[in-house]
């Protein structure tokens, strides 16, 4: 059983940054590939940022620079730094994990298993 419960969604102004955890087990953390997904109504979820559990990472190339992704083991948690938010990363944010389709498709919906409820994130210009 894989549980995912995302958190530290909020509302922030243009430029302003947030950090979004994903509290998992760890080894949940050591045996599946993770990532971050956003959607906002009437779109297709996105893959943002994805680590596998060998630690290779994956970005969409509109949040490289912006949004770092990293697992922590000592607090069972995959985080979120987004900085220099703007009004179009308005959106649900969800985690997700797989152990499978996910290490060859690390960034596309349809890979992941699990999922967790998501997270809103207001960006305000």
């Known amino acids: 059983q894989v549980s995912l419960r995302e958190s530290g969604g909020g509302s922030v102004q243009t430029g302003g940054s947030l950090r979004l955890s994903c509290a998992v087990t760890l080894d949940t953390l050591t045996r599946y590939s993770m990532a971050w997904f956003r959607q906002v109504p009437g779109k297709a979820r996105e893959g943002l940022a994805a680590i596998d559990k060998d630690t290779t990472i994956n970005y969409k190339d509109s949040v490289k620079g912006r949004f770092t992704i990293s697992a922590d083991s000592a607090k069972n948690t995959l985080d979120l730094q987004m900085n220099s938010l703007r009004p179009e990363d308005t959106a649900t944010y969800y985690c997700?994990?797989?152990?499978?389709?996910?290490?060859?498709?690390?960034?596309?919906?349809?890979?992941?298993?699990?999922w967790g409820r998501g997270t809103q994130v207001t960006v305000s210009s």
């Open positions: 997700a994990a797989d152990s499978l389709s996910a290490r060859r498709w690390p960034l596309l919906m349809g890979a992941y298993k699990y």
